[in-house]
């Protein structure tokens, strides 16, 4: 009977993180803090209901400290893969809109240039983005004569 409460507080535990973790996604104004709260989703929330789980049904335990386990180890490289992504693409665009505020300041002020930049930003190589804003600002001034 003890033990049944005891999984039934650690399932609550984990169903209140996993709920304040999802606010906190859908709430969190950029994406490293978004990245914060969905961590805490995956390791207490998690291990919350990994926990309520082992202790009611002690038959899987083993299954569920595995996948414990997995989540241990891969939740950190992915955190870190998405953030250190978020990090790069951040740089290229501060370094772009540097290179749109260099130009001489016309007498009139410009639309603003769109640039696709997507395909490039896959490899991540800052040449190949360079190259094709400076062929949207041919391709603009073009536009203009």
């Avoid at 914060?36 to 995956?42: L, N, Q, R």
């Amino acid at each position: 009977m003890l033990i049944d409460l005891l999984g039934v507080v650690a399932l609550f535990f984990g169903l209140f993180f996993c709920a304040v973790g999802v606010l906190g996604v859908i709430r969190m104004p950029d994406s490293l803090t978004r990245l914060h709260a969905s961590g805490k989703v995956a390791t207490l929330g998690l291990f919350g209901l990994l926990l309520g789980a082992a202790l009611l049904m002690p038959s899987s335990s083993l299954r569920l400290l595995a996948l414990g386990l997995f989540v241990l180890l891969t939740s950190p490289v992915a955190t870190h893969a998405i953030a250190a992504s978020v990090y790069r693409r951040r740089e290229i665009v501060d370094e772009l809109m540097e290179m749109q505020a260099e130009p001489e300041t016309p007498a009139e002020p410009e639309a603003p240039i769109a640039v696709d930049v997507t395909a490039v930003l896959s490899r991540s190589r800052i040449q190949d983005i360079i190259e094709a804003q400076q062929r949207a600002l041919q391709s603009h001034t073009r536009d203009d004569e």
